[in-house]
């Protein structure tokens, strides 16, 4: 659920003076202010209500013009230095008891060297601790703007009039249409070249509802732009910044024309460089961090994220309020993102987090839609069904005996509501879910590396190519006497031989070898406590648990498998820490890979593996009644419910996700609520109730939760193990889409009040996609159509009965499948066991004789197998190899029906949308055009300039 539209006022200057123009009736269209108006672009804080600016230097930079004191509140409320003027951009922490003062020292004296300005000031709370604030004036902020090919908006030429004035263009991506507006502002040189197909066709969907749909006045997921207005930042055309061409770009003013994040990340790419070692090559703010030099460092959050006055009314106080009232309040849940604020306030890393979060919650309409469309035509067809007919109506068929000794003859009439309940997920629309579901997982990825395309286009991440990485500085002191010249640098560096390289690889393999090994011990644990808890519970006191004994043993099985997955998780990230660590990254990203790499597989081995025990091996090799297999030749294997294995898997996949989600939401915000809730606590009990309100803004950031270490891992993972549950077992539990959008509901306004209220405000990093991450989903999607292939063909009851309709049913030859042909069908699955070849310790307590008032002569099993008095005793019969056969056939045309279907889809749905192809191939022209002109203009203002001075301009161009 995400919105990336804009919304902006743009108004035409012709003459001298501002026209505004009223909006067209087809598309959704403001006008901006152009040339002549002094307002400050959308990248700042023009947002904000005027009257209550609390986060900006807007004040101050305007009461300098006018000559006026820059008001108290700029020097008390924590976001300037104490002239009030310098806006902080950066924030170092540090203890004035840390010993490594001499390199704090260097550190800072390189900062300053670096045009930074410094002010510190101690802490209210603790006078050991010491706030270093940092502010990065225009001429820094300009250099290294230029060095980082920062993006910023472009002042283009007249596009419609080439020989005209150059006027301000506006060139923008409004409510999906791209439009280029001509700076005279006449409605015919307005054009509209492309439109999206996507939003064409959801605003006929839109329409339509509103027609029949009077109830809905406003459009219920969009965000509100009567009481909110201007949410959303125009995207103009942009292009690196550039000292020399400052003319050309959109500065109304200096001081506002980086937003706050721009700074902040240009700031951290300075302390990033700097020396705090002189004569060595030791430099970056992180190995500081690492050694305790620091303590923290984090970029301010823009004030406090509530208001006592009403947003509506008064306006929001700060891109913080902001974000809480129209993004993390639980009040908007049914409504879209604001990606854009989210991205300008938080970083490009962060925004497609959040975007690629609401693309698969918005995904997973269809998927839990048609799941839960599954389930309920189970649940209409249960009275039609003939194999719970039979199974309910069996009265005067004893089944043997499920455990050892103390587990009862029961009737299998008595297994009428499990017969039931696993209709409910095994019925003719299960094969039809599962290829649905295949299907989508590769739509789902297809559409969203074009949903990636527009936001990265949109976004200026099209050209942007991350910097070569500094080296960690572990890797730096592992390997500082072995140096190579680095090939794109042309500097010496610490270089890691092969052979270190691959014994190291080695060893970290076989960690992780070993810990998967531990994951399989601790299954076999869990079927341990199966196989010996099912005779504990079938001769238990209480007649609910004896009688329930194998659901009983299933339920507390999967409490016990969560708990240990649960123990596990803590001890495979230390385990995946420090093998990561063992094999000496080179950088960071080399090290997230590596790290995020071991711990999915880790997680996802110990989330899934009962999963896979239950889906694939329980039941299986159970042996037959007189000839059962057993483990270390004592205990006899589990066997499944009389109504089959489903309805165990079934059992195990929703106790696990329920149960995880709900730990993983309450821990995501139950933690740093209290921690917090702890904090302030504390503060109020030693500085009063005033204490809270006279904290600077450091002090009430320093006293939030830093982001985790790992950044968006534990995000991510959780989402993608989600991913797993929806897509691999779907077959068994349709209804899993269905908790997986109730979940992300959810989860996507946790973690906008986590970001937004409970931790610092983490560095607005950029990257261009999801990373490592997509290509594990892509495993997961090729995994999952494996494992539902084998789910409807081994798990489910789907292929013997399809078999017995066709080959020996009442309309066998027929090329029928009704279920007029499943008569007979719950009789010819069981087969027949006489109750004196049971072994010793096998025979049970009870001979049945209180069903016939003797004792029982034969039993029924589930399975295909001759009778007693056959000539091949209890040899399996040619339904069974039929059953067999048609198993195997339907995996392999399962498989590669669906394979086919994902390719196909993968081939026709192109990862680039055409009309974004096309718009930044007419991007590149224009800009190229742009330039051109407005170089051209410059050079014929320069030489009627000097011919107006009488000087020489026979030899200049043009």
């Given at each position: 659920m995400e919105a990336s539209s804009s919304g902006s006022t743009i108004s035409s200057v012709t003459g001298g003076k501002a026209k505004t123009h009223q909006p067209a009736k087809d598309v959704n269209i403001f006008f901006d202010e152009l040339e002549g108006v002094n307002s400050p672009s959308k990248d700042d804080d023009s947002l904000l209500h005027h009257g209550n600016l609390?986060?900006?230097?807007?004040?101050?930079?305007?009461?300098?013009?006018?000559?006026?004191?820059?008001?108290?509140?700029?020097?008390?409320?924590?976001?300037?230095?104490?002239?009030?003027?310098?806006?902080?951009?950066?924030?170092?922490?540090?203890?004035?008891?840390?010993?490594?003062?001499?390199?704090?020292?260097?550190?800072?004296?390189?900062?300053?060297?670096?045009?930074?300005?410094?002010?510190?000031?101690?802490?209210?709370?603790?006078?050991?601790?010491?706030?270093?604030?940092?502010?990065?004036?225009?001429?820094?902020?300009?250099?290294?703007?230029?060095?980082?090919?920062?993006?910023?908006?472009f002042r283009p030429f007249n596009p419609f009039n080439a020989g005209a004035p150059c006027i301000l263009v506006r060139c923008c991506f409004l409510n999906g249409h791209f439009i280029e507006i001509n700076g005279r502002s006449r409605r015919s040189r307005r054009k509209i070249y492309y439109l999206h197909r996507r939003y064409k066709f959801m605003n006929r969907i839109e329409k339509q509802i509103s027609r029949f749909r009077g109830w809905l006045p406003r459009k219920p997921m969009k965000l509100d732009k009567e009481t909110l207005p201007d949410l959303e930042e125009n995207d103009c055309y942009t292009a690196p910044f550039s000292q020399q061409r400052i003319h050309h770009f959109i500065i109304h003013n200096k001081d506002t024309f980086f937003n706050n994040a721009t700074r902040s990340r240009i700031v951290h790419h300075i302390l990033q460089r700097v020396k705090y070692e002189e004569g060595k090559n030791k430099i970056g703010l992180n190995r500081l961090l690492s050694n305790g030099s620091?303590?923290?460092?984090?970029?301010?959050?823009?004030?406090?994220?509530?208001?006592?006055?009403?947003?509506?009314?008064h306006g929001a106080e700060n891109h913080r309020h902001l974000l809480y009232e129209c993004w993390a309040s639980w009040g908007v849940w049914y409504k879209y993102q604001p990606l854009d604020l989210v991205r300008r306030y938080f970083g490009e890393k962060i925004g497609l987090y959040f975007a690629w979060l609401g693309w698969y919650t918005g995904m997973l309409f269809p998927a839990a839609f048609i799941g839960l469309f599954v389930f309920l035509y189970g649940v209409t067809t249960l009275n039609h069904c003939q194999v719970s007919k039979e199974v309910c109506q069996a009265t005067d068929i004893i089944m043997c005996p499920i455990c050892?000794?103390?587990?009862?003859?029961?009737?299998?009439?008595?297994?009428?509501?499990?017969?039931?309940?696993?209709?409910?997920?095994?019925?003719?629309a299960t094969v039809f879910f599962a290829v649905f579901m295949a299907v989508w997982a590769t739509v789902f990825l297809e559409f969203w590396k074009r949903r990636r395309a527009v936001i990265a286009y949109d976004w200026d991440l099209i050209d942007?190519?991350?910097?070569?990485?500094?080296?960690?500085?572990?890797?730096?002191?592992?390997?500082?006497?072995?140096?190579?010249?680095?090939?794109?640098?042309?500097?010496?560096?610490?270089?890691?031989?092969?052979?270190?390289?691959?014994?190291?690889?080695?060893?970290?393999?076989?960690?992780?070898?070993?810990?998967?090994?531990?994951?399989?011990?601790?299954?076999?644990?869990?079927?341990?406590?199966?196989?010996?808890?099912?005779?504990?519970?079938a001769a238990f006191k209480w007649a609910l648990i004896r009688n329930n004994s194998q659901v009983a043993t299933t339920g507390t099985a999967v409490c016990i498998n969560f708990c240990i997955i649960m123990l596990l998780n803590v001890l495979y990230e230390k385990v995946a820490l420090f093998l990561t660590n063992l094999e000496q990254p080179r950088t960071e990203s080399e090290w997230e890979n590596s790290f995020t790499l071991k711990m999915f597989l880790f997680q996802f081995v110990n989330l899934n593996s009962s999963t896979f025990y239950i889906a694939f091996f329980l039941g299986r090799f159970t042996g037959h009644p007189g000839a059962y297999l057993r483990l270390i030749n004592r205990w006899r294997l589990e066997e499944c419910h009389p109504s089959g294995c489903l309805i165990d898997l079934c059992m195990q996949m929703g106790i696990i996700m329920v149960l995880k989600q709900t730990w993983n939401n309450f821990m995501e915000l139950g933690y740093?609520?209290?921690?917090?809730?702890?904090?302030?606590?504390?503060?109020?009990?030693e500085y009063g109730t005033q204490g809270k309100t006279s904290f600077p803004q450091w002090e009430k950031d320093y006293n939030l939760q830093p982001m985790n270490a790992y950044g968006l891992f534990d995000e991510y993972l959780e989402m993608i193990l989600q991913f797993g549950f929806t897509t691999i077992f779907v077959a068994a539990f349709p209804l899993a889409p269905l908790l997986?959008?109730?979940?992300?509901?959810?989860?996507?306004?946790?973690?906008?009040?986590?970001?937004?209220?409970?931790?610092?405000?983490?560095?607005?990093?950029?990257?261009?996609?999801?990373?490592?991450w997509y290509g594990i989903l892509e495993g997961i999607g090729i995994l999952s159509v494996i494992t539902n292939a084998f789910v409807i063909a081994v798990t489910s009851d789907f292929i013997p009965r399809l078999v017995y309709a066709y080959k020996y049913g009442p309309c066998a030859g027929q090329g029928e499948a009704g279920q007029k042909c499943m008569v007979g069908y719950v009789n010819a699955s069981l087969s027949v066991f006489l109750v004196s070849d049971f072994e010793n310790r096998?025979?049970?307590?009870?001979?049945?004789?209180?069903?016939?008032?003797?004792?029982?002569?034969?039993?029924?099993y589930r399975d295909y197998r001759d009778p007693p008095h056959s000539p091949v005793p209890y040899g399996y019969t040619l339904q069974f190899w039929h059953v067999l056969a048609a198993r195997l056939a339907f995996i392999i045309v399962f498989e590669h029906l669906v394979f086919c279907i994902k390719h196909l889809i993968s081939y026709l749905i192109p990862d680039l949308p055409k009309d974004l192809r096309d718009r930044m191939r007419r991007e590149k022209y224009l800009i190229q055009e742009m330039m051109y002109e407005a170089e051209l203009e410059r050079l014929q203002?320069?030489?009627?300039?000097?011919?107006?001075?009488?000087?020489?301009y026979h030899n200049e161009w043009p």
């Open positions: 609390t986060s900006t230097s807007d004040d101050a930079s305007r009461l300098e013009v006018v000559g006026e004191e820059v008001p108290d509140k700029n020097k008390t409320n924590g976001l300037y230095f104490r002239d009030g003027k310098c806006r902080i951009d950066y924030i170092l922490v540090y203890r004035k008891s840390n010993p490594q003062t001499e390199k704090r020292e260097v550190f800072e004296r390189n900062i300053r060297a670096e045009g930074l300005q410094m002010e510190k000031e101690s802490s209210l709370t603790n006078s050991d601790i010491i706030f270093v604030k940092l502010h990065a004036p225009w001429e820094v902020l300009g250099k290294y703007a230029e060095l980082m090919n920062v993006r910023m908006p620091y303590e923290a460092a984090f970029p301010l959050h823009e004030g406090s994220y509530r208001s006592k006055n009403s947003i509506k009314t050892d000794k103390y587990c009862p003859f029961m009737r299998l009439s008595d297994s009428c509501i499990y017969a039931k309940v696993t209709h409910l997920f095994d019925n003719g942007w190519e991350e910097e070569e990485e500094e080296i960690r500085p572990q890797f730096e002191a592992k390997y500082s006497k072995k140096e190579r010249m680095n090939p794109i640098s042309g500097k010496p560096e610490p270089y890691q031989a092969f052979a270190d390289k691959c014994s190291r690889l080695i060893v970290s393999a076989s960690g992780i070898f070993f810990m998967i090994c531990v994951v399989i011990a601790a299954v076999f644990g869990i079927v341990i406590y199966r196989v010996v808890t099912v005779s504990t519970f740093p609520l209290i921690q917090n809730w702890w904090t302030r606590r504390k503060l109020r009990q997986a959008l109730l979940n992300n509901i959810i989860e996507i306004r946790l973690d906008a009040y986590k970001f937004v209220t409970q931790w610092r405000r983490p560095l607005a990093s950029r990257a261009k996609d999801i990373g490592i096998s025979e049970p307590t009870s001979n049945g004789s209180e069903f016939s008032g003797s004792p029982l002569k034969y039993c029924r203002k320069e030489r009627k300039e000097r011919k107006k001075n009488g000087k020489s």
